[in-house]
Structure formats: C-alpha cells, structure tokens
C-alpha cells in the first residue's frame, strides 16, 4: 500500500506586483509619519513592517524622502479636492458652512493625513508647508468673499485678507477638534460660521448650519 502524501499545511503567499508593492510601503509609510513624523522614521522601520528589505523600498520611492513626498501630495491634493467640491451652494454662508464641513469631513476621516499635514511638510515632501496647503485653499474661497464684498459695498481687495484669515482659523480649529473630537461635526462647523459670519457682537446663541436645516426639510 502506497504511501499518501500529506496535503500541504499552507498555500503559497500571493507575490505582490509592483503596484501593489508601491501601494503597501505608501500606506506603511502614512501610518508611521502619522504617529512619528518624519524624522521620527525610517526606512529600517518602513521595511520590516512591510516584511522587506531596505533595496525594496529604495527601488520604489530612492528613500525615505520619497515615500514622504507621495503621501504629502496625496494628502494634500485630496483635502484640496473636498474643500473645492464643497463651494457649490448657491449663497455665501452656504459656501463657508460647506467649506468648513469639507476641512472638518477631512480631518475626522483622513485623520492620519491631517496629522502628517498639520505638522508642518518638511522640506523632502517638495509641496510646501501647512501654511501653503491653507494659503491654497483660500485662494479657492477668496472670489466668493470678493463677490459678497462688491454686493455690500466693501472694498474687494481685501477678499484674500480675509480669506486667509477664515480659513486658518477653521484649520487650527481642526488640529484642536482632531485631539478632543466633540463636539460633533456640524456642531463645531455651526460655531465656526456663527463666529465668521456673526462676528463676536452679534454671535448667535444656539447656532446651526443652515445647509443641514434645509436637507433635513427636504427629507
């Protein structure tokens, strides 16, 4: 009687394409700037939590610098596209509640990359600073806040002073709420369009977001 091989104990593990591959060190890579920025990493760490050598990880990004300047300009364009994609309303404060949904949507739910962003890009991500990720998404706001001006009479030119201003304070906000996460979302973008829409002198006692009103009505 022959004698009946065993059947074998695991399946051979799937190798990874190069896409793959790329893809995985990219989300490693998040994870570690994330929690340590990036002088707190390196490639040593990137490459066993990968289960790879350190010629892998030079072999796609050259190092620990290019990893970094993917994840950064990822980052950076996806918080950009949600703020972008927001200014549809068809009013001003309808914008600013949007806008500040956007960066708040972004902060609680790419938390990791807010993290990397709001540390300030060191200078290998090659995409410039917080400041200049703020600065950007201003300029996107600032024609809204210039067309508001004209309507009421203000000076136009002063639209990207306050632009900046409105979006810097909705980001610091962010890295704040990022730590202590309540309250809720639209609680805190409703105080944040009382203060910028109200001013201090004429702050509402129990503010809403007059976008989520409407929505709810329509339901």
Known sequence: MGAV??????????????????????????????????DGTSIEEIAARAGVS????????????????????????QLLAMVGDSLTADHARGKLENAAMALLEYVEEHSQGFRILARDSHAAS?????ASLISDIATQVEHILAEEFLERGYDPGLAPLYAQ???????????WWL?????????VAAHLVNLAWNGLS?????PRLD????MRRVE
């Open 5 to 38: 091989s065993e059947p074998k104990s695991r399946s051979r593990r799937k190798r990874m394409t190069g896409r793959e591959r790329r893809e995985q060190l990219l989300g490693i890579g998040r994870e570690l700037f994330a929690e340590r920025g990036f």
């Open 54 to 77: 350190k010629p892998v990880v030079y072999e796609h990004f050259g190092g620990k610098e290019g990893i970094y300047a993917v994840v950064v300009d990822r980052e950076m364009q």
């Open 126 to 130: 090659g995409t410039g600073s917080f």
């Open 165 to 175: 201003s409105l979006v810097g304070m909705v980001a610091l906000t962010g890295q």
């Open 179 to 187: 730590e202590v996460r309540k309250p809720k979302r639209e609680v």
């Open 202 to 206: 004429n702050l509402e006692g129990r």
């Open 211 to 214: 976008t989520v009103a409407r």
